[in-house]
């Protein structure tokens, strides 16, 4: 199944998926991203900013739908030393799974 990272790539992932097959789009080229979801029956996207699953979903055309997403972010920093912790793991934010309508 493809992968897209969006808007900025995601090596951690890559190397803990073991692929080297993980496309990355800018956010400038949204429109490059919905080709490319197009082209694809069903795509993972992994979205590493914190704005860019609500951008992706008013960019989205009516032959695409979202049908499930995941937020990775943590909710809030653990002891004295959460500081320290990113709020989000491996530099992801979302992760939505998009299928084409036929």
């Known amino acids: ?13 890559a ?46 055309p009516q032959e695409l739908q979202i049908v499930q997403t995941h937020s990775l972010r943590r909710e809030g920093q653990a002891g004295p030393l959460g500081w320290l912790i990113t709020d989000t793991p491996w530099g992801l934010c979302d992760l939505a799974y998009i299928e084409r309508r036929d």
């Open 1 to 13: 199944m493809p992968v897209i990272c969006y808007p900025r790539n995601c090596d951690s992932v």
């Open 15 to 60: 190397f803990l998926l073991g692929r080297d097959d993980l496309r990355n789009v800018r956010s400038k080229h949204v429109n490059s991203l919905v080709l490319q979801l197009l082209e694809n029956r069903r795509t993972v996207v992994l979205f590493t900013h914190r704005h860019s699953l609500d951008a992706l979903r008013y960019a989205l």
